[in-house]
């Protein structure tokens, strides 16, 4: 079986540094916070170019935390995208604001930057720009509409750990912004972790109270906030990975290219740009014409991994059944999209065969 992601490679590559990293954090015996997770926050800020970061126990809770640092709450609306994981929407929901969803562009995946100002109204506080599969969002033009009408920008930087616009980094642009170490991420940890990232100082204290349940100083609660820590052991991971991430990156891209050239000349797959500061979490293809279910099956059946990300847009989930109408661009990816194995040291030999099986499926699959 090939899977959609091997991290053996990866951790066989670093195998010495993570044992020693973590034997350090198991000899200190401190395990929340403390000197490993301040050294990887301060590590990590002069990485992505900003003035403060701040660890929490996962991307989720970056978002809520971000979120409510941004002063977003109860009444408000928070503009964003229909095609993200439900993360994006739940946290917006769990600050107490309402979901205002904007349709996807026509040449990609991310929000429509030029569609946003017409679902702006007196109650919008913020927009969350989801940097989909490691591709950024047009950040010129969204944080200019966002001055524009004095609005907040929160980056959902999940899926974008690297990646860049315009030579600076995502979740360097807006007022506070979350990232995901999800094992699966770019930079992953070996459980949850997530962090926020701000260059105001004031909105850096709100956040380090709330991960900390509302408290700057032990047993001196101002607010009501949150059990949400990164561990140290966590941290120490995520500090040797740190070491590696721009290689990784890099090798992703150079995959994408191959799959890009694998694929040309075959109508039905539509391949995704190799766009400047793409980091490639997944590598997203469309099938036209095809049915695309249909071919995943046949994948597997192959020993061959597929996902879809995603089947059904997060304003189309149960939990807002019937709430939102359906956005047309978004409804159409989320019946073509289909994202292939890729990780950084992915043989060209092994994705050779995933692109001949995966020519060879379509061309059965639309024959019948």
């Known amino acids: 079986m090939i899977p959609i992601l091997d991290l053996k ?10 044992d020693e990293a973590i034997s350090g954090v198991l000899e200190s015996g401190a395990f929340i916070l403390g000197k490993t997770v301040a050294q990887f926050e301060e590590r990590v ?32 609306e928070v503009i964003t995208t229909p095609f993200s994981f ?12 309402e979901p205002v969803f904007v349709d996807i562009v026509t040449d ?33 033009e969204l944080m200019a509409l966002a001055a524009k009408h004095n609005i907040e920008v929160v980056e959902d930087c999940a899926q974008s750990f690297g990646a860049t616009y315009n030579g600076k980094q995502t979740g360097s642009f807006g007022i506070a912004n979350a990232f995901s170490f999800f094992p699966t991420k770019n930079l992953g940890a070996y459980g949850d972790g997530g962090l926020i990232t701000t260059n105001s100082d004031d909105v850096a204290v709100l956040c380090r109270k709330l991960r900390a349940h509302g408290g700057q100083h032990k ?12 561990d140290a052991m966590q941290a120490a991971v995520l500090n040797v990975k740190l070491n590696y991430i721009q290689k990784w990156n890099m090798q992703r891209r150079h995959v994408a290219q191959r799959y890009n050239d694998m694929f040309a000349g075959t109508d039905c797959i539509v391949t995704p740009s ?6 490639f979490h997944q590598y997203t293809i469309r099938l036209k014409d095809t049915d695309r279910d249909a071919v995943a099956a046949k994948m597997k ?49 092994k994705q050779q065969e995933i692109a001949d099986t ?10 019948v």
């Open 108 to 140: 990609g995946f991310n929000i429509d930057v030029a569609a946003i100002e017409g679902a702006i109204t007196s109650k919008t506080k913020a927009i969350i720009p989801v940097h989909l599969y490691g591709e950024p969002v047009n950040m010129t």
């Open 86 to 97: 439900f993360a994006t929407a739940e946290s917006i929901c769990s600050v107490g604001a």
């Open 274 to 279: 190799i766009a400047e500061g793409h980091v």
């Open 9 to 18: 490679p990866q951790l066989a590559s670093i195998r010495s540094e993570i």
């Open 358 to 367: 995966l020519i060879e499926i379509i061309e059965d699959v639309r024959n």
């Open 301 to 349: 059946q192959r020993g061959i991994a597929t996902m879809v990300y995603y089947p059904v847009p997060q304003d189309q989930l149960p939990v807002f059944e019937g709430k939102y109408d359906m956005k047309p661009r978004t409804a159409q990816a989320a019946k073509e999209v289909l994202s292939l194995p890729i990780w950084p040291e992915l043989a060209a030999e």
């Open 219 to 230: 047993y001196y609660n101002e607010m009501i906030g949150y059990n949400s820590r990164l």
């Open 45 to 76: 800020a002069e990485h992505l170019g900003v003035k403060h970061a701040i660890g929490v126990n996962s991307g989720t809770d970056a978002l809520v935390i971000a979120l409510r640092a941004a002063g977003v709450g109860a009444g408000d």
